[in-house]
């Protein structure tokens, strides 16, 4: 289920698709849209609850992402730019 409001073309439209499958696992229906600009504390998640999104993304695309890269992610943007980097090096 895609809940991203809207796109950036700089990404590959499956990375946002991916991550809002994620947070809607974690978040149910807590959340209805979320965009690159929403940070994690306006969907209400702590810290927690990121590295498990982290850890989703880790699993799913095969990469590693350290803690000090994953604290420096504060909004929604910020985790899907990290992947893309980590998928495409």
Do not use: R
């Amino acid at each position: 289920m895609n809940k991203f409001t809207y796109y950036n073309s700089q990404y590959p439209k499956e990375i946002p698709e991916k991550i809002s499958e994620f947070l809607v696992d974690h978040l149910g229906d807590k959340i209805k849209y979320v965009s690159y600009d929403d940070t994690f504390k306006d969907l209400g998640m702590d810290s927690l609850d990121v590295i498990e999104i982290v850890m989703n993304a880790e699993e799913e695309y095969g990469i590693k992402i350290e803690d000090w890269e994953a604290e420096k992610c504060s909004t929604i943007g910020d985790m899907v730019e990290l992947i893309n980097i980590k998928i495409n090096g």
